[in-house]
T-cell receptor, first 113, second 115 residues
Framework: DVKVTQSSRYLVKRTGEKVFLECVQDMDHENMFWYRQDPGLGLRLIYFSYDVKMKEKGDIPEGYSVSREKKERFSLILESASTNQTSMYLC????????????FGSGTQLSVL | DAKTTQPPSMDCAEGRAANLPCNHSTISGNEYVYWYRQIHSQGPQYIIHGLKNNETNEMASLIITEDRKSSTLILPHATLRDTAVYYCIVRSHKYSGAGSYQLTFGKGTKLSVIP
Protein backbone atom coordinates (compact mmCIF):
# COMPACT_ATOMS: atom_id res chain seq x y z
CA ASP A 1 0.00 0.00 0.00
CA VAL A 2 1.02 3.60 -0.58
CA LYS A 3 2.34 5.29 2.46
CA VAL A 4 2.23 9.04 2.89
CA THR A 5 4.06 10.13 6.00
CA GLN A 6 3.78 13.51 7.62
CA SER A 7 6.62 14.39 9.95
CA SER A 8 4.56 15.55 12.92
CA ARG A 9 1.13 14.64 14.23
CA TYR A 10 0.89 17.70 16.50
CA LEU A 11 2.84 20.93 16.33
CA VAL A 12 2.67 24.08 18.46
CA LYS A 13 4.37 27.25 17.21
CA ARG A 14 4.49 30.92 18.10
CA THR A 15 3.19 33.75 15.95
CA GLY A 16 5.90 34.93 13.56
CA GLU A 17 7.85 31.67 13.57
CA LYS A 18 8.86 29.98 10.35
CA VAL A 19 7.22 26.58 10.18
CA PHE A 20 8.11 23.60 8.01
CA LEU A 21 5.68 20.74 7.47
CA GLU A 22 7.25 17.75 5.79
CA CYS A 23 5.58 15.03 3.75
CA VAL A 24 7.16 11.92 2.24
CA GLN A 25 5.56 9.32 -0.02
CA ASP A 26 7.02 5.94 -0.90
CA MET A 27 5.26 5.03 -4.15
CA ASP A 28 7.10 7.16 -6.70
CA HIS A 29 4.02 9.33 -7.27
CA GLU A 30 4.39 12.32 -9.54
CA ASN A 31 1.75 14.45 -7.84
CA MET A 32 1.73 15.78 -4.31
CA PHE A 33 -0.74 18.07 -2.57
CA TRP A 34 -1.15 20.13 0.57
CA TYR A 35 -4.63 20.74 1.98
CA ARG A 36 -5.82 22.37 5.14
CA GLN A 37 -8.98 21.30 6.91
CA ASP A 38 -11.04 23.52 9.16
CA PRO A 39 -14.39 22.79 10.83
CA GLY A 40 -17.27 23.76 8.57
CA LEU A 41 -15.00 24.56 5.64
CA GLY A 42 -13.99 21.11 4.47
CA LEU A 43 -10.66 20.48 2.76
CA ARG A 44 -9.10 23.38 0.89
CA LEU A 45 -6.18 23.00 -1.48
CA ILE A 46 -3.16 25.17 -0.67
CA TYR A 47 -0.53 24.08 -3.21
CA PHE A 48 0.22 21.09 -5.35
CA SER A 49 3.10 19.80 -7.40
CA TYR A 50 3.01 17.51 -10.44
CA ASP A 51 6.76 17.12 -10.85
CA VAL A 52 10.01 17.81 -9.07
CA LYS A 53 10.62 21.55 -8.69
CA MET A 54 7.16 22.27 -10.15
CA LYS A 55 4.46 23.88 -8.04
CA GLU A 56 1.02 25.30 -8.59
CA LYS A 57 -1.19 27.42 -6.39
CA GLY A 58 -4.39 25.92 -5.13
CA ASP A 59 -7.37 27.78 -3.75
CA ILE A 60 -5.72 29.37 -0.69
CA PRO A 61 -1.94 29.83 -1.25
CA GLU A 62 -1.61 33.13 0.61
CA GLY A 63 0.80 32.92 3.54
CA TYR A 64 2.29 29.63 2.35
CA SER A 65 5.07 28.42 0.09
CA VAL A 66 6.19 24.93 -0.91
CA SER A 67 9.31 23.10 -1.93
CA ARG A 68 9.75 19.94 -3.94
CA GLU A 69 13.44 19.19 -4.44
CA LYS A 70 12.98 15.42 -4.57
CA LYS A 71 10.14 13.41 -6.01
CA GLU A 72 9.21 11.74 -2.74
CA ARG A 73 9.22 14.85 -0.56
CA PHE A 74 6.91 17.87 -0.53
CA SER A 75 7.33 20.56 2.10
CA LEU A 76 4.87 23.22 3.15
CA ILE A 77 6.39 26.39 4.58
CA LEU A 78 4.71 29.02 6.67
CA GLU A 79 7.12 31.95 6.37
CA SER A 80 5.69 33.80 9.36
CA ALA A 81 3.04 31.80 11.17
CA SER A 82 -0.15 33.54 12.20
CA THR A 83 -2.99 32.43 14.45
CA ASN A 84 -5.36 32.05 11.48
CA GLN A 85 -3.09 29.32 10.18
CA THR A 86 -4.02 27.09 13.10
CA SER A 87 -5.49 24.11 11.30
CA MET A 88 -5.20 20.46 10.35
CA TYR A 89 -2.80 20.10 7.42
CA LEU A 90 -3.11 17.11 5.14
CA CYS A 91 -0.62 15.94 2.56
CA UNK A 92 -1.61 13.68 -0.33
CA UNK A 93 -0.02 12.05 -3.34
CA UNK A 94 -1.25 10.50 -6.58
CA UNK A 95 0.07 9.03 -9.81
CA UNK A 96 0.00 10.35 -13.34
CA UNK A 97 -2.00 12.94 -15.19
CA UNK A 98 -5.29 11.15 -14.58
CA UNK A 99 -4.72 11.60 -10.85
CA UNK A 100 -7.26 8.90 -10.10
CA UNK A 101 -6.70 8.21 -6.44
CA UNK A 102 -5.32 10.50 -3.81
CA UNK A 103 -3.53 8.86 -0.90
CA PHE A 104 -3.50 10.97 2.23
CA GLY A 105 -1.24 11.17 5.23
CA SER A 106 -2.65 11.20 8.76
CA GLY A 107 -2.39 14.96 9.05
CA THR A 108 -0.56 17.50 11.19
CA GLN A 109 -2.58 19.50 13.69
CA LEU A 110 -0.81 22.85 13.86
CA SER A 111 -1.56 25.32 16.62
CA VAL A 112 -0.14 28.83 16.31
CA LEU A 113 -0.21 30.74 19.59
CA ASP B 1 -15.92 20.16 -12.10
CA ALA B 2 -19.62 19.64 -11.37
CA LYS B 3 -20.89 20.41 -7.89
CA THR B 4 -22.40 17.77 -5.65
CA THR B 5 -25.09 17.80 -3.00
CA GLN B 6 -25.08 15.38 -0.07
CA PRO B 7 -27.18 15.18 3.10
CA PRO B 8 -25.16 16.50 6.05
CA SER B 9 -25.73 13.42 8.21
CA MET B 10 -27.17 9.91 8.26
CA ASP B 11 -27.54 7.08 10.73
CA CYS B 12 -27.31 3.38 9.99
CA ALA B 13 -27.75 0.34 12.24
CA GLU B 14 -24.73 -1.91 12.55
CA GLY B 15 -24.91 -4.86 10.16
CA ARG B 16 -27.39 -3.15 7.84
CA ALA B 17 -26.63 -1.64 4.46
CA ALA B 18 -25.70 2.03 4.45
CA ASN B 19 -26.92 3.88 1.36
CA LEU B 20 -25.36 7.30 0.90
CA PRO B 21 -26.90 9.49 -1.81
CA CYS B 22 -25.24 12.17 -3.90
CA ASN B 23 -26.80 14.54 -6.41
CA HIS B 24 -24.70 15.84 -9.29
CA SER B 25 -27.27 17.15 -11.74
CA THR B 26 -24.76 19.26 -13.71
CA ILE B 27 -22.33 16.41 -14.35
CA SER B 28 -20.90 16.38 -17.84
CA GLY B 29 -20.24 13.38 -20.03
CA ASN B 30 -16.55 12.97 -19.24
CA GLU B 31 -16.81 13.46 -15.48
CA TYR B 32 -16.36 10.61 -13.04
CA VAL B 33 -18.04 10.16 -9.67
CA TYR B 34 -15.60 9.58 -6.81
CA TRP B 35 -16.16 8.66 -3.20
CA TYR B 36 -13.75 9.21 -0.33
CA ARG B 37 -14.27 8.89 3.38
CA GLN B 38 -12.56 10.39 6.40
CA ILE B 39 -12.55 8.62 9.70
CA HIS B 40 -12.07 10.89 12.68
CA SER B 41 -8.48 12.12 13.12
CA GLN B 42 -7.29 10.49 9.91
CA GLY B 43 -6.72 11.65 6.36
CA PRO B 44 -9.38 10.93 3.70
CA GLN B 45 -9.35 7.48 2.14
CA TYR B 46 -10.29 6.62 -1.43
CA ILE B 47 -13.26 4.25 -1.70
CA ILE B 48 -14.41 3.88 -5.28
CA HIS B 49 -15.09 5.73 -8.52
CA GLY B 50 -17.11 5.23 -11.71
CA LEU B 51 -18.24 6.83 -14.93
CA LYS B 52 -21.61 5.33 -15.81
CA ASN B 53 -21.58 1.65 -15.00
CA ASN B 54 -22.12 0.38 -11.51
CA GLU B 55 -18.90 -0.48 -9.73
CA THR B 56 -18.05 -2.77 -6.84
CA ASN B 57 -14.88 -3.37 -4.89
CA GLU B 58 -13.97 -4.83 -1.52
CA MET B 59 -15.12 -1.73 0.30
CA ALA B 60 -18.35 -0.66 -1.35
CA SER B 61 -20.64 -0.53 -4.38
CA LEU B 62 -21.36 2.53 -6.46
CA ILE B 63 -24.70 2.83 -8.24
CA ILE B 64 -24.98 5.61 -10.83
CA THR B 65 -28.39 6.44 -12.28
CA GLU B 66 -28.87 6.11 -16.00
CA ASP B 67 -29.02 9.87 -16.51
CA ARG B 68 -25.91 10.16 -14.27
CA LYS B 69 -27.44 12.98 -12.28
CA SER B 70 -27.21 11.12 -9.02
CA SER B 71 -25.43 8.19 -7.41
CA THR B 72 -25.51 6.06 -4.29
CA LEU B 73 -22.62 4.60 -2.34
CA ILE B 74 -23.56 1.35 -0.67
CA LEU B 75 -21.73 -0.17 2.28
CA PRO B 76 -23.38 -3.61 2.34
CA HIS B 77 -22.89 -4.48 6.00
CA ALA B 78 -22.00 -1.37 7.96
CA THR B 79 -19.75 -1.74 11.00
CA LEU B 80 -18.85 0.74 13.73
CA ARG B 81 -15.56 1.33 11.91
CA ASP B 82 -17.50 2.74 8.95
CA THR B 83 -18.50 5.76 11.04
CA ALA B 84 -16.93 8.61 9.06
CA VAL B 85 -17.57 11.60 6.82
CA TYR B 86 -18.20 10.47 3.23
CA TYR B 87 -17.35 12.77 0.36
CA CYS B 88 -18.84 12.55 -3.13
CA ILE B 89 -16.73 14.30 -5.75
CA VAL B 90 -17.21 14.72 -9.47
CA ARG B 91 -14.25 15.35 -11.70
CA SER B 92 -12.99 14.89 -15.22
CA HIS B 93 -10.06 12.70 -16.24
CA LYS B 94 -9.43 14.94 -19.22
CA TYR B 95 -6.13 16.72 -18.86
CA SER B 96 -6.52 20.46 -19.33
CA GLY B 97 -3.45 21.86 -17.66
CA ALA B 98 -2.34 22.18 -14.07
CA GLY B 99 -5.86 22.80 -12.84
CA SER B 100 -6.79 19.25 -13.79
CA TYR B 101 -5.06 18.01 -10.66
CA GLN B 102 -7.32 19.84 -8.28
CA LEU B 103 -9.77 17.73 -6.32
CA THR B 104 -12.43 19.73 -4.54
CA PHE B 105 -13.94 18.27 -1.39
CA GLY B 106 -17.30 19.52 -0.18
CA LYS B 107 -18.69 19.04 3.33
CA GLY B 108 -19.75 15.44 2.82
CA THR B 109 -22.17 13.25 4.78
CA LYS B 110 -21.40 12.30 8.34
CA LEU B 111 -22.42 8.64 8.66
CA SER B 112 -22.96 7.34 12.16
CA VAL B 113 -23.19 3.55 12.51
CA ILE B 114 -25.18 2.72 15.60
CA PRO B 115 -24.75 -0.52 17.60
Amino acid sequence: DVKVTQSSRYLVKRTGEKVFLECVQDMDHENMFWYRQDPGLGLRLIYFSYDVKMKEKGDIPEGYSVSREKKERFSLILESASTNQTSMYLCASSAGRVNEKLFFGSGTQLSVL
Amino acid sequence: DAKTTQPPSMDCAEGRAANLPCNHSTISGNEYVYWYRQIHSQGPQYIIHGLKNNETNEMASLIITEDRKSSTLILPHATLRDTAVYYCIVRSHKYSGAGSYQLTFGKGTKLSVIP
